[in-house]
């Protein structure tokens, strides 16, 4: 298996739910990544686990909840979201947990989420 | 620190050659270049790392100056596939896998 898949493909919530992301990879990848993009940006890094710890969190606002159950699970708990939240969601993984050598990141095909 | 691409936007042709450049004010550890069409999600082209050495896709072709801090990637003999959004990532020395993103160069290829 060599992809990152999503899930949902689309969200819709309001801005009192409690929902959750899902992001799952079976490359034997080491780092995982939660990305935010809005239309005509770049991706936005927002947490990355390396060997299922959170090594980064880019000052992410406390309403996004990330979790890594095992090497292959990275799911993102979202509560209590604003409408400006709503965007793309990306999930990344990447062979290393450290950069000491090529470490490209493979995409998931995203959450498209609103938020109302 | 966000690195800065150039161009915002570039036309071609069938067949004609294309260069974006991808510059950072901070030592780098490695360099990223991925496309995305409209709706999917990014894709791996080629990964630049500090010391000389790359890996990525045999069409494409990249190259990495360590000292100026930037890197540019050659599109050549273009095809209508190779539209899409060009972004380049940056990796800071010891930067632990902690990718910065540049705003995007948007190539169109037409007929």
């Known amino acids: 298996d060599t992809e990152v898949t999503q899930t949902p493909k689309h969200l819709v919530m309001g801005m009192t739910n409690k929902k959750s992301l899902k992001c799952e990879q079976h490359?034997?990848?080491?780092?995982m990544y939660w990305y935010k993009q809005k239309a005509k940006k770049p991706p936005e890094l927002m947490f990355v686990?390396?060997?299922?710890?959170?090594?980064i969190n880019e000052s992410v606002p406390s309403r996004f909840s990330p979790e890594c159950p095992n090497s292959s699970l990275l799911n993102l708990h979202l509560h209590a979201l604003q409408p400006e939240d709503s965007a793309l969601y990306l999930c990344?993984?990447?062979?290393?947990?450290?950069?000491?050598?090529?470490?490209?990141?493979?995409f998931g095909p995203g959450t498209r989420l609103t938020v109302l | 620190q966000q690195p800065v691409q150039s161009p915002q936007a570039v036309i071609l042709r069938e067949g004609e050659d294309a260069v974006i450049n991808c510059s950072s004010s901070?030592?780098?550890?490695?360099v990223h270049w991925y496309r995305q069409k409209h709706g999917e999600a990014p894709v791996f082209l080629m990964i630049?790392?500090?010391?000389?050495e790359q890996k990525g896709h045999e069409k494409i072709s990249a190259s990495f100056n360590e000292k100026k801090q930037q890197s540019s990637l050659y599109l050549t003999a273009s095809q209508l596939s190779y539209s899409g959004t060009y972004f380049c990532?940056?990796?800071?020395?010891?930067?632990?896998?902690?990718?910065?993103f540049g705003a995007g160069t948007r190539l169109a290829v037409h007929p």
């Open positions: 901070k030592a780098l550890y490695s």
């Open positions: 686990y390396s060997y299922e710890k959170l090594s």
């Open positions: 990344a993984s990447s062979p290393r947990g450290t950069s000491s050598s090529y470490n490209e990141q493979f």
């Open positions: 630049l790392l500090k010391g000389g």
């Open positions: 490359m034997g990848h080491r780092a």
């Open positions: 990532g940056t990796e800071d020395d010891g930067g632990y896998n902690k990718l910065i």
